[in-house]
């Protein structure tokens, strides 16, 4: 699986809109981009995913850069339970390929 | 997305005894199960993964005669630690996917906490 690179924290102000960055330079044409976020002492929360175009749900908005070397999660106005660390992780379709977790980014929401 | 459960959702054990933990998917067929682990202020590393019917794949570095899986049905599978240590204190969290589309996506359980005395 291809490598991302995300900074390991940050804090956005509640209500506001946090905007969480992803590298992932080596990308292959196949594989999606895919976004969990993990709460405290619980498991993953599967937030969003792409391939190519923008996409959009009731949680988040993930915006892929044209040459898909880079993304960024959108939560468009976040709350104190979306504190949380956010993983992004690339992946290439199929059933047996399991996702690969980094280290994430600690987001912080301040009140 | 689909409701996987875990359960016990914490344990506390003896040093040398097994714990058995199970994963089930309640309302999703689970082709392939996965099994992680997360160490305090670790990321998640995949320990195992295993498709229904048929025999595990264990990661490198992780024992398949300690970890033992089962994956019986397309709804449940278990992880027993056999001979449980200290150093096998750690959260473990299931994961499953099915055919769903070519993407997939993969949903987790909330994790069963498990304390080695």
């Known amino acids: 699986d291809a490598k991302t690179t995300q900074p390991p924290s940050m804090d956005c102000a509640e209500g506001r809109a946090a905007n969480l960055p992803c590298n992932h330079s080596t990308i292959s044409g196949n594989e999606y981009v895919y976004w969990y976020r993990q709460i405290h002492s619980q498991g993953p929360q599967y937030i969003i995913h792409g391939l190519k175009n923008n996409e959009t749900n009731e949680m988040a908005s993930l915006i892929i850069t044209e040459d898909r070397k880079s993304s960024t999660l959108i939560l468009p106005h976040a709350t104190l339970r979306d504190t949380a660390v956010y993983y992004c992780?690339?992946?290439?379709?199929?059933?047996?390929?399991?996702?690969?977790f980094g280290g994430g980014t600690r987001l912080m929401v301040k009140p | 997305g689909a409701v996987v459960s875990q359960h016990p959702s914490w344990v506390i054990c003896k040093s040398g005894t097994s714990v058995k933990i199970e994963c089930r998917s309640l309302d999703f067929q689970a082709t392939t199960m996965f099994w992680y682990r997360q160490f305090p202020k670790q990321s998640l590393m995949l320990m195992a993964t295993?498709?229904?019917?048929?025999?595990?794949?264990?990661e490198q570095g992780v024992e398949k005669d300690k970890f033992l899986i089962n994956h019986a049905s397309l709804t449940l599978s278990t992880l027993t630690v056999t001979s449980a240590h200290p150093e096998d204190s750690s959260f473990y969290i299931c994961s499953v996917r099915g055919q769903r589309g070519s993407s997939g996506e993969q949903f987790f359980g909330p994790g069963t906490r498990l304390t080695v005395l």
């Open positions: 295993s498709n229904e019917g048929s025999k595990a794949t264990y």
């Open positions: 992780i690339v992946r290439p379709p199929g059933p047996g390929n399991m996702l690969t």
